[in-house]
C-alpha cells in the first residue's frame, strides 16, 4: 500500500531515494549531476565522528527525531530508465509512464511522481527549503500544473535551449 501524496510529503524515509532518471535527456543528465554534486558535498561535511547528520523535512524543518547514518550509504540513487535492461516492473510501474514524468523510490516502496521526486530529493541533500514552497497548499497545484507543461514540452524546449535528445529517445 503507498501513502497518499500528503504523506509522501511530511517526511524523508530513512535510506536512499531511488530517482528513475532518463539518461537520454540532457535536462535530466543535468539535473542528475547536480544532484549528485549535492549529495556528494553532503556526506563530506557530515556532522560528528559516527556520521550522524540532522535530516530536514520537505518544508524545510528539522524533524525532531531524525537523523541519518552517513556512513558511505548514499542519500540518493539513480536509476536510467534508457538503459536497455532497466525493467518498470520491479517498481511496479509501465515503462512508458516513466519516461512520461519523473518517478522516484523511496527505501519503504512508495512511489513519488513529477514534483513530489524533486521536494524529496532536494530535502535529501538539505535543501529541502528551496522547494518547499511548491508544496505548500496554495502553490502545490500551480507548481505541478509547471512541472507537468515542461515534461510534456521538454524535448522541444531542449532544442530551443540548444539541448537536444541524443537519438530522440526522451521524445515523450
Known sequence: MHASPRAVDQRVAPGPLTILVDGDCPFCRLERRWLEALAARRAARADGPDGLERLERLDGTERPDGTERLDGTPCL???DIADPGFDASV?????DAT???LHAVTADGT???GMQVFRAAYAAVGLGWLLAPTGWPLLRPIADLGYRLFA???VRLGRIFGRGCE???CGI
Do not use: C, K
Not at 517498481?91 to 515503462?95: A, F, H, N
Open 99 to 101: 519516461h512520461g514524468t
Open 91 to 95: 517498481y511496479g510501474l509501465q515503462r
Open 167 to 169: 537519438d530522440g529517445s
Open 77 to 79: 540513487r539513480f536509476e
Open 111 to 113: 512511489i513519488l511522481r
Open 152 to 154: 510534456r514540452y521538454r
